[in-house]
């Protein structure tokens, strides 16, 4: 069975890894995504999923059976700001309503380049109002996201600080990319272990596509940059082995430095969104269960 998984892994990942080939034109890499949801995406066992319209944002409700509580979570998905949708992330955020138990809210925010910066801030932002307009309380709702998606996170909560709205109780990053000035020593450092976005050419080819004419350095949209104070209590998880790692590192030194509680989990050997990677990696699971946990508390 060890093996067998290993093998099913292995595999998984080199589609991935194909479906990110910049010779492919945007949508080809959208058509090979979701091929890759629908042949290998199933929704666990214990959840079901339904469709709805928070304010004209598409999103989907994925419930966990015999819930008594009220919490949920406002799930961003990654793909660079150019890729990926509910499909391919429905496995990742039901596993993390089961390990949360907690009802997940996850969105199709709007994609560039059709639609650049801030459309993708703008749908997240309308996506957690409307939830506040459903009743939830704002300390009853969690943020998270991965990879573009937590990102997307971070911007959202500083822009819900600024303009003097409740604040979720809690934010989760998994392999965030807060920096799109591509200033940290991993982009280069990890290049060689990272088996997604280590090869030679351009795999960071979303930046421009979200950017349009905006500047990188924007806090909103690279969040790194923004000032942290005030944030709520933040987990971030990275792989040891990705070139985002100082994307995490350094957001989590200057949250300390601002006083914001967070806690940083670098995964020995593991690459950018392993949690998608679940049940075929044990760590992922893992790393899920750990997420949980730190919702609980």
């Not at 292995?10 to 492919?24: I, M, P």
């Not at 949690?275 to 919702?295: C, K, R, T, V």
Request: glycine share 8%; aromatic share 8%; with cysteine.
């Amino acid at each position: 069975m060890t093996s067998l998984r290993s093998r099913i892994l292995h595999s998984t990942l080199q589609r991935v890894v194909g479906a990110l080939d910049n010779h492919l034109t945007l949508q080809e890499q959208r058509i090979r995504f979701d091929e890759l949801a629908h042949r290998g995406i199933r929704l666990p066992k214990g959840v079901t999923a339904h469709t709805v319209q928070a304010d004209g944002v598409p999103a989907e409700w994925l419930e966990p059976a015999g819930l008594d509580g009220q919490k949920v979570i406002l799930y961003l998905h990654g793909g660079g700001y150019c890729l990926c949708s509910i499909d391919t992330h429905r496995g990742l955020a039901a596993r993390l309503a089961l390990a949360c138990r907690s009802r997940v809210l996850i969105i199709a925010y709007r994609l560039a380049p059709e639609n650049p910066f801030p459309a993708a801030l703008e749908d997240a932002l309308i996506a957690y109002r409307w939830l506040i307009r459903q009743g939830i309380s704002a300390r009853q709702i969690a943020i998270g996201g991965d990879s573009a998606g937590g990102g997307l996170t971070l911007s959202t909560a500083v822009k819900l600080r600024d303009t003097g709205e409740p604040l979720p109780a809690a934010l989760f990053l998994l392999s965030p990319w807060t920096d799109l000035t591509f200033s940290g020593d991993s982009i280069r450092t990890r290049k060689k272990v990272d088996p997604i976005f280590g090869r030679d050419d351009d795999t960071l080819q979303f930046a421009p596509a979200y950017l349009g004419a905006s500047d990188p350095a924007n806090p909103l949209i690279s969040p790194l940059f923004a000032d942290p104070v005030g944030l709520p209590p933040t987990f971030i998880q990275v792989g040891e082995d990705e070139i985002l790692l100082d994307d995490s590192t350094r957001l989590e030194k200057k949250m300390k430095a601002a006083g914001v509680d967070v806690h940083l989990e670098i995964w020995k050997g593991m690459w950018h969104v392993f949690q998608a990677f679940a049940p075929f990696a044990p760590e992922s699971q893992l790393a899920i269960n750990n997420i949980g946990m730190f919702f609980h508390q």
